[in-house]
């Protein structure tokens, strides 16, 4: 009996696109990409308002904000001080104003000494330099160094005098002043004495942490935090204050390279770096925390927030609130799923030390001592997680699981960890090109474990042969993984009996593997042997496939323009999405090929089809290309014959056949996966297609194969009408023009224009 027999099919889940948020929230490098809306929109659809929902991880603060906003009651466990701060100050961000206020404070204060002097200037001068161009004295907006260099070797300026923008080698003058600052001193003493005193023995990893900032970032850093300890603030203007200091801490390390991506996971300092200016990074940090948003209401655990929606937090890993939950009615769970970061829980423990003292990290503080984590390692986190939460669920409760970095080790261990801690795979829909993986779990008891595993293979092989055969068309690991996945569980042989969270993930990945070879009956195209996740998956042997989805998409896509223009993007995209869920989700640069060939967007981004796709256009177009193809071929002595969407030319001596398919779409299914009509095959399409269809054909290495196989050549409407208009064509001459004609990446194939 197979896991589809023993089980009824799940509804499916549609993918939650979401938009791009205006604005990146601070400290946005280390946190989930979740698209705006995404949380709120399932929730919406899923719970009624008014229920609560908990959030075991605490890893997005815009995930918690939007849910509560949405009316939820969102009860978030963060262990993370860090975690904690974001999600208060987003819950309830101060108005620009009360940001700039509470920085003025700070830069009206005096440092202590002989000839006390206003802090903003003291800061402002550790950057001095003189324009390159002028020679005035300035500030460094930010310093250039190499990693492990004793100077900086460039420096970026704004010169108020000159107008002079832009990066310029840096001088002897500012290699001295960068020298002034010694490795040790009390600031660093007293960074480090906030985190993990002498007798500590994390100190040596809190001091290897702390590496991570140069000397005048920390004389700098801790002149600042030295000086908001002393103020007599407002507990509102503190928080303030503080917020701004954090983003400056992050601002501050020396982990923001040069050239490359600033994301970060590793503590690791980038060959090349920059130094910023500290004070103006507290200046740039305002409209960051100052976002706009509304306040949504924010209780401490055990309060609760309003009936109307509100964020209840507590301050501690879920284990410890565990025994608490039955307080409330639980309902669902929603979260953004946390990935490995060591450079960002490290730095946790370092700011929070900094900012808040050494109680405010409590045993938090062990994170300085780990510097790797494996996907074994994380299963066996992610399930000690989800473990303490599935019990407390109601039986079938939805949890919904946001992954926003997508990878094979990642997505793999969340779906291992939550299925021993009985929380069952239901549903999945994943965008592995944009890195966004989305499961639907239920929760249920922890299964049991399976005695035998033997049938796992054929049932990995039977899953995926299902997936590709409802998608029609080549696909990614992680497609694959997931369905393997889900029907090992629904078949109760995905949790391995004597196996703990490590040994269970390299062998759930080693089951995966050998039942996805080629000697398993699968094709493998532009693979690699370093990564899964390269190329794409196709069965040796799979009759009757559905249509490519990417055709489908097309249909759809067309007919909605058609049906209901004037949406924006995001509406399409959801749409779309709904249209096409679970299994089926479109890839989002199909749909960004599909809109640049058939729709035109208005002043307010609204799409509309092109007035050249309208149907009686093309009707047209077709009409004009099968007469112009038709005399083209008696012109050059073939006997043709023609039906809607064909023209053909033939000749018996010697045996000639040419095939003409006039298409308006970039429908390559129903062309390429039937037997070649001639010797020599031809799609005639609009030039506005080309792209779309050169994107078809990368997307599905399946179809490029047979387009070379059975010799299919494209042509553009455009390229057809000039041959009707060539004087005295022969058939050597048009074989010629035909190979100047290649499809290419320029729609409009100026080649022979």
């Given at each position: 009996?197979?896991?589809?027999?023993?089980?009824?099919?799940?509804?499916?889940?549609?993918?939650?696109?979401?938009?791009?948020?205006?604005?990146?929230?601070?400290?946005?490098?280390?946190?989930?990409?979740?698209?705006?809306?995404?949380?709120?929109?399932?929730?919406?659809?899923?719970?009624?308002?008014?229920?609560w929902?908990?959030?075991?991880?605490g890893?997005?603060?815009?995930?918690?904000?939007?849910?509560?906003?949405?009316?939820?009651?969102?009860?978030?466990?963060?262990?993370?001080?860090?975690?904690?701060?974001?999600?208060?100050?987003?819950?309830?961000?101060?108005?620009?104003?009360?940001?700039?206020?509470?920085?003025?404070?700070?830069?009206?204060?005096?440092?202590?000494?002989?000839?006390?002097?206003?802090?903003?200037?003291?800061?402002?001068?550790?950057?001095a330099?003189?324009c390159?161009?002028?020679?005035?004295?300035?500030?460094?907006?930010?310093?250039l160094?190499?990693?492990?260099?004793?100077?900086?070797?460039?420096?970026?300026?704004?010169?108020?005098?000159c107008?002079?923008?832009?990066?310029?080698?840096?001088t002897?003058?500012?290699?001295?002043?960068?020298?002034?600052?010694?490795?040790?001193?009390?600031?660093?003493?007293?960074?480090?004495?906030?985190?993990?005193?002498?007798?500590?023995?994390?100190?040596?990893?809190?001091e290897?942490?702390?590496?991570?900032?140069?000397?005048r970032?920390?004389?700098a850093?801790?002149?600042?935090i030295?000086?908001?300890?002393?103020?007599?603030?407002?507990?509102?203007?503190?928080?303030?204050?503080?917020?701004?200091?954090?983003?400056?801490?992050?601002?501050?390390?020396?982990?923001?390279?040069?050239?490359?991506?600033?994301?970060?996971?590793?503590?690791?300092?980038?060959?090349?770096?920059?130094?910023?200016?500290?004070?103006?990074?507290?200046?740039?940090?305002?409209?960051?925390?100052?976002?706009?948003?509304?306040?949504?209401?924010?209780?401490?655990?055990?309060?609760?927030?309003?009936?109307?929606?509100?964020?209840?937090?507590?301050?501690?890993?879920?284990r410890?609130?565990?025994?608490?939950?039955?307080?409330?009615?639980?309902?669902?769970?929603?979260?953004?799923l946390?990935?490995?970061?060591?450079?960002?829980?490290?730095l946790?423990?370092?700011?929070?030390?900094?900012?808040?003292?050494?109680?405010?990290?409590?045993?938090?503080?062990?994170?300085?001592?780990?510097?790797?984590?494996?996907?074994?390692?994380?299963?066996?986190?992610?399930?000690?997680?989800?473990?303490?939460?599935?019990?407390?669920?109601?039986?079938?409760?939805?949890?919904?699981?946001?992954?926003?970095?997508?990878?094979?080790?990642?997505?793999?261990?969340?779906?291992?960890a939550?299925?021993?801690?009985?929380?069952?795979?239901?549903?999945?829909?994943?965008?592995?090109?944009?890195?966004?993986?989305?499961?639907?779990?239920?929760?249920?008891?922890?299964?049991?474990?399976?005695?035998?595993?033997?049938?796992?293979?054929?049932?990995?092989?039977?899953?995926?042969?299902?997936?590709?055969?409802?998608?029609?068309?080549?696909?990614?690991?992680?497609?694959?993984?997931?369905?393997?996945?889900?029907?090992?569980?629904?078949?109760?042989?995905?949790a391995?009996?004597?196996?703990?969270?490590?040994?269970?993930?390299?062998?759930?990945?080693?089951?995966?593997?050998?039942?996805?070879?080629?000697?398993?009956?699968?094709?493998?195209?532009?693979?690699?042997?370093?990564?899964?996740?390269?190329?794409?998956?196709?069965?040796?042997?799979l009759?009757?496939?559905?249509?490519?989805?990417?055709?489908?998409?097309?249909?759809?896509?067309?007919?909605?323009?058609?049906?209901?223009?004037?949406?924006?993007r995001?509406?399409?995209?959801?749409?779309?999405?709904?249209?096409?869920?679970?299994?089926?989700?479109?890839?989002?640069?199909?749909?960004?090929?599909?809109?640049?060939?058939?729709?035109?967007?208005?002043?307010?981004?609204?799409?509309?089809?092109?007035?050249?796709?309208?149907?009686?256009?093309?009707?047209?177009?077709?009409?004009?290309?099968?007469?112009?193809?038709?005399?083209?071929?008696?012109?050059?002595?073939?006997?043709?014959?023609?039906?809607?969407?064909?023209?053909?030319?033939?000749?018996?001596?010697?045996?000639?056949?040419?095939?003409?398919?006039?298409?308006?779409?970039?429908?390559?299914?129903?062309?390429?996966?039937?037997?070649?009509?001639?010797?020599?095959?031809?799609?005639?399409?609009?030039?506005?297609?080309?792209?779309?269809?050169?994107?078809?054909?990368?997307?599905?290495?399946?179809?490029?194969?047979?387009?070379?196989?059975?010799?299919?050549?494209?042509?553009?409407?455009?390229?057809?009408?000039?041959?009707?208009?060539?004087?005295?064509?022969?058939?050597?001459?048009?074989?010629?023009?035909?190979?100047?004609?290649?499809?290419s990446?320029?729609a409009?194939?100026?080649?022979?224009?």
């Amino acid at each position: 009996m197979t896991a589809d027999s023993k089980n009824p099919p799940q509804p499916d889940l549609a993918f939650r696109p979401g938009q791009e948020p205006a604005q990146q929230p601070p400290l946005a490098r280390y946190l989930p990409r979740l698209p705006l809306g995404a949380a709120a929109g399932w929730l919406a659809d899923t719970l009624p308002p008014g229920s609560w929902v908990i959030d075991p991880f605490g890893a997005s603060p815009q995930l918690a904000v939007e849910a509560a906003q949405a009316g939820y009651r969102v009860l978030v466990a963060a262990n993370n001080p860090i975690a904690r701060f974001l999600i208060e100050m987003a819950a309830q961000p101060p108005a620009a104003a009360e940001l700039k206020a509470a920085l003025a404070e700070l830069a009206a204060a005096r440092r202590s000494g002989q000839e006390p002097e206003r802090i903003e200037p003291h800061i402002r001068a550790l950057y001095a330099t003189e324009c390159p161009q002028c020679g005035q004295p300035i500030e460094a907006r930010a310093f250039l160094w190499e990693k492990g260099a004793a100077a900086p070797y460039a420096k970026f300026t704004v010169c108020p005098y000159c107008g002079q923008r832009g990066e310029s080698p840096a001088t002897p003058e500012d290699a001295a002043r960068a020298a002034r600052f010694a490795m040790a001193g009390p600031h660093r003493a007293r960074a480090l004495e906030r985190v993990a005193p002498a007798d500590d023995p994390d100190r040596a990893h809190a001091e290897e942490a702390l590496d991570a900032y140069l000397p005048r970032a920390v004389y700098a850093l801790f002149t600042l935090i030295n000086k908001l300890a002393g103020l007599s603030l407002s507990p509102a203007a503190r928080r303030d204050l503080s917020a701004l200091l954090l983003a400056a801490c992050d601002r501050g390390s020396a982990l923001w390279p040069v050239g490359g991506r600033a994301r970060l996971r590793q503590l690791t300092v980038p060959p090349r770096f920059y130094e910023h200016n500290l004070w103006w990074a507290l200046e740039e940090a305002i409209p960051l925390w100052a976002s706009g948003q509304p306040v949504t209401p924010f209780t401490l655990w055990p309060e609760p927030p309003p009936e109307s929606g509100g964020i209840c937090l507590y301050e501690g890993r879920l284990r410890m609130l565990a025994e608490e939950l039955p307080r409330i009615s639980l309902a669902g769970a929603v979260s953004a799923l946390p990935r490995p970061n060591q450079a960002f829980w490290t730095l946790s423990a370092l700011w929070a030390g900094w900012l808040w003292g050494r109680a405010a990290i409590g045993p938090f503080v062990s994170v300085v001592r780990r510097r790797r984590y494996d996907w074994a390692w994380h299963t066996a986190a992610l399930e000690d997680t989800f473990s303490h939460l599935a019990p407390r669920l109601p039986a079938g409760a939805p949890f919904l699981g946001l992954i926003t970095e997508s990878e094979q080790g990642f997505d793999l261990a969340a779906l291992l960890a939550a299925e021993r801690a009985g929380l069952r795979l239901a549903a999945s829909a994943l965008r592995p090109g944009r890195g966004q993986s989305q499961y639907l779990w239920q929760a249920g008891p922890p299964p049991t474990p399976a005695a035998s595993v033997a049938a796992n293979p054929d049932i990995v092989r039977q899953a995926a042969h299902n997936l590709l055969q409802q998608r029609g068309q080549p696909s990614q690991y992680l497609h694959l993984q997931a369905a393997a996945v889900q029907a090992l569980a629904q078949n109760n042989t995905l949790a391995l009996a004597g196996l703990d969270p490590a040994d269970q993930f390299n062998e759930s990945r080693s089951t995966l593997e050998f039942g996805l070879t080629f000697q398993s009956g699968f094709l493998r195209y532009e693979g690699s042997d370093n990564s899964l996740e390269v190329g794409q998956w196709w069965p040796r042997d799979l009759p009757d496939p559905q249509p490519p989805l990417a055709d489908r998409m097309e249909r759809w896509l067309v007919r909605q323009l058609l049906d209901a223009p004037g949406q924006p993007r995001p509406a399409l995209d959801a749409a779309l999405c709904a249209a096409f869920p679970g299994r089926l989700t479109p890839p989002a640069d199909t749909l960004s090929a599909l809109l640049d060939s058939y729709a035109e967007a208005d002043e307010s981004a609204a799409l509309r089809l092109r007035p050249a796709d309208a149907p009686a256009a093309r009707h047209a177009d077709l009409d004009e290309l099968r007469r112009l193809l038709v005399q083209l071929g008696q012109a050059l002595g073939y006997q043709t014959r023609q039906t809607d969407q064909s023209v053909r030319w033939e000749d018996d001596s010697p045996p000639e056949t040419w095939h003409f398919h006039l298409a308006a779409s970039a429908l390559l299914g129903e062309c390429l996966l039937a037997p070649p009509p001639a010797e020599r095959n031809f799609i005639v399409h609009p030039g506005s297609r080309a792209r779309l269809l050169l994107h078809k054909l990368k997307r599905d290495p399946r179809l490029a194969q047979l387009a070379e196989k059975q010799n299919w050549r494209f042509l553009t409407f455009r390229l057809v009408r000039r041959l009707g208009q060539t004087p005295a064509l022969t058939r050597a001459g048009l074989l010629a023009l035909l190979d100047l004609d290649p499809l290419s990446e320029e729609a409009t194939q100026l080649a022979l224009l």
